[in-house]
């Protein structure tokens, strides 16, 4: 199929032991509002997918180790073929916690870190110590065997140290490095005043754009801003062929731009089913119709997915088909899903 789920991440649940100041889903230790499902449903929920396709499955939460049974959906996901991946802050990693992942078959973990001191991170993370707990969790992984990727979410507060912190995640033995330019949903509404501006964020690209062409060991992405492909083709005409076709092979699973509702998804906790995780709108719930018919039938993945229907600059540019603009951030930042990319620099035409 054209558009196949490759990555679904699951909010197993919202509940959290930290309280960060960019978070999603606004995770709190108490959700009352927004239960755990039981764990019965959660293997509905896999049974559902893997009888549709075989994408990863991502873990996530909130903090999904708060989830007592969250070993018991690992195990029955990779007993179901699915390749079975987690999202944790780190913090509650313990060397009995790396045997339980290693057992229900747990592939790939991802943490995240946001500043290349711990003074930066656990300001991000509203808890001291943070840091500490979570380069104390790769250590762990490390001794255990367990293969690690590093997310890194940037604002006006953090971003001086995006060269450094790179340093240290090369350092410590992750397998790829995420950066992420916060879109502003969930708790990251309250800091808009820290979005990285238009000016600030094309140098950020632009010094991606450098750094990977020396890096040959450590899988680096910008993530949330498609534009980055733009401008490796732009650039490419420059610095040559090579560069190009390397950054676009090896870009998420060989595809480029924004993947919301194209090849990822979440399902949340209430059980619908998100374009990603910084979209907060509902295209269906697992709870009323089959994965597969709202990957297939949704109106919203359908708009999502016709280029032709974007508007304003996004809909002007040449460079549509491999960027599509962060629709998420468009959603966010004008109410409009469709519309341009609000922090592109790019003017078709010009």
Same mark, same amino acid.
């Given at each position: 199929?054209?558009?196949?789920?490759?990555?679904?991440?699951?909010?197993?649940?919202?509940?959290?032991?930290?309280?960060?100041?960019?978070?999603?889903?606004?995770?709190?230790?108490?959700?009352?509002?927004?239960?755990?499902?039981?764990?019965?449903? @959660?293997?509905?929920?896999?049974?559902?997918?893997? @009888?549709?396709?075989?994408?990863?499955?991502?873990?996530?939460?909130?903090?999904?180790?708060?989830?007592?049974?969250?070993?018991?959906?690992?195990?029955?996901?990779?007993?179901?073929?699915?390749?079975?991946?987690?999202?944790?802050?780190?913090?509650?990693?313990?060397?009995?916690?790396?045997?339980?992942?290693?057992? &229900?078959?747990?592939?790939?973990?991802?943490?995240?870190?946001?500043?290349?001191?711990?003074?930066?991170?656990? +300001?991000?993370? &509203?808890?001291?110590?943070?840091?500490?707990?979570?380069?104390?969790?790769?250590? #762990?992984?490390?001794?255990? %065997?367990?293969?690690?990727?590093? +997310? &890194?979410?940037?604002?006006?507060?953090?971003?001086?140290?995006?060269?450094? #912190?790179?340093?240290?995640?090369?350092?410590?033995?992750?397998?790829?490095?995420?950066?992420?330019?916060?879109?502003?949903?969930?708790?990251?509404?309250?800091?808009?005043?820290?979005?990285?501006?238009?000016?600030?964020?094309?140098?950020?690209?632009?010094?991606?754009?450098?750094?990977?062409?020396?890096?040959?060991?450590?899988?680096?992405?910008?993530?949330?801003?498609?534009?980055?492909?733009?401008?490796?083709?732009?650039?490419?005409?420059?610095?040559?062929?090579?560069?190009?076709?390397?950054?676009?092979?090896?870009?998420?699973? @060989?595809?480029? %731009?924004?993947?919301?509702?194209?090849?990822?998804? #979440?399902?949340?906790?209430?059980?619908?089913?998100?374009?990603?995780?910084?979209?907060?709108?509902?295209?269906? +719930?697992?709870?009323?119709?089959?994965?597969?018919?709202?990957?297939? +039938?949704?109106?919203?993945?359908?708009?999502?997915?016709?280029?032709? %229907?974007?508007?304003?600059?996004? @809909?002007?540019?040449?460079?549509?088909?491999?960027?599509?603009?962060?629709?998420?951030?468009?959603?966010?930042?004008?109410?409009?899903? #469709?519309?341009?990319?609000?922090?592109?620099?790019?003017?078709?035409?010009?």
């Amino acid at each position: 199929m054209e558009f196949e789920p490759k990555w679904v991440a699951w909010e197993v649940t919202r509940r959290c032991n930290l309280h960060c100041v960019h978070c999603r889903s606004s995770s709190e230790l108490d959700v009352q509002a927004h239960p755990d499902f039981s764990l019965e449903e @959660g293997k509905r929920v896999l049974d559902d997918i893997s @009888g549709y396709a075989s994408p990863v499955v991502v873990l996530s939460g909130g903090e999904p180790l708060l989830r007592p049974d969250v070993f018991e959906l690992a195990s029955y996901g990779t007993g179901l073929g699915l390749r079975m991946c987690m999202a944790t802050n780190g913090t509650l990693v313990t060397a009995d916690i790396c045997e339980k992942m290693k057992e &229900s078959g747990i592939k790939m973990v991802s943490l995240s870190i946001d500043g290349a001191v711990a003074q930066t991170h656990d +300001n991000f993370r &509203s808890q001291p110590g943070a840091f500490d707990g979570t380069l104390n969790a790769i250590k #762990l992984f490390n001794e255990h %065997g367990i293969k690690f990727l590093v +997310n &890194s979410s940037f604002t006006m507060r953090n971003k001086d140290e995006i060269p450094a #912190l790179y340093k240290l995640v090369k350092s410590l033995g992750a397998t790829a490095w995420y950066l992420f330019m916060i879109v502003p949903t969930g708790r990251g509404e309250d800091i808009m005043e820290e979005l990285i501006p238009e000016e600030e964020y094309d140098k950020i690209l632009d010094w991606h754009y450098e750094m990977e062409k020396d890096e040959d060991e450590l899988l680096v992405r910008p993530t949330c801003a498609p534009q980055y492909y733009r401008i490796v083709l732009q650039r490419a005409k420059e610095d040559g062929e090579r560069f190009k076709r390397r950054t676009l092979k090896f870009s998420t699973g @060989g595809a480029k %731009g924004c993947l919301a509702g194209q090849l990822i998804s #979440l399902i949340d906790v209430d059980g619908n089913v998100l374009p990603c995780s910084y979209f907060p709108k509902a295209a269906g +719930n697992v709870r009323k119709q089959s994965f597969k018919d709202i990957w297939e +039938n949704s109106e919203l993945f359908k708009e999502l997915r016709d280029f032709k %229907g974007y508007k304003d600059n996004c @809909g002007r540019c040449e460079y549509v088909n491999v960027c599509g603009g962060c629709r998420a951030r468009a959603y966010a930042m004008t109410g409009d899903y #469709l519309a341009g990319e609000p922090f592109c620099s790019y003017n078709p035409g010009s």
